[in-house]
Nanobody
Framework: QAQLVESGGDSVQSGGSLRLSCKVS????????MAWFRQLPENELEAVAG???????LYAESVKGRFTMSKDTSTNTLYLQMNNLKPEDTSMYYC????????????????????WGQGTQVTVSS
């Protein structure tokens, strides 16, 4: 059974950097999109960054220029490099995959994603 396992969360000062990892284990089949989400205070999930099978990357406006998403196909690992972190970036971060193409939802919509990791906590202090 496929699993996603996040790591790399930590506590940092404002302006600092972190790199989150999402290790894919098991057989995902042919996924179309993978993404990073973070939890908002209202328990909603906000899409932070997404990458499709061809490598096309998309970012939320709030993180453009600061966060970079990448994947290493040799190790089946998805990364999120986060630079110039701000206190408002504090959250639990999750990676997710849709497992198959789903044109009913955009990359930033949670119903698209069928497999989620357990999350990793990022805390940014001012």
């Amino acid at each position: 059974q496929a699993q996603l396992v996040e790591s790399g969360g930590d506590s940092v000062q404002s302006g600092g950097s972190l790199r989150l990892s999402c290790k894919v284990s098991g057989n995902l089949g042919k996924y179309y999109c993978m993404a990073w989400f973070r939890q908002l205070p209202e328990n909603e999930l906000e899409a932070v960054a997404g990458i499709d099978e061809s490598g096309w990357k998309l970012y939320a406006e709030s993180v453009k220029g600061r966060f970079t998403m990448s994947k290493d196909t040799s190790t089946n690992t998805l990364y999120l490099q986060m630079n110039n972190l701000k206190p408002e970036d504090t959250s639990m971060y999750y990676c997710a995959t849709d497992l198959r193409p789903d044109t009913a939802y955009s990359w930033y919509e949670t119903p698209r994603y069928k497999l989620w990791g357990q999350g990793t906590q990022v805390t940014v202090s001012s």
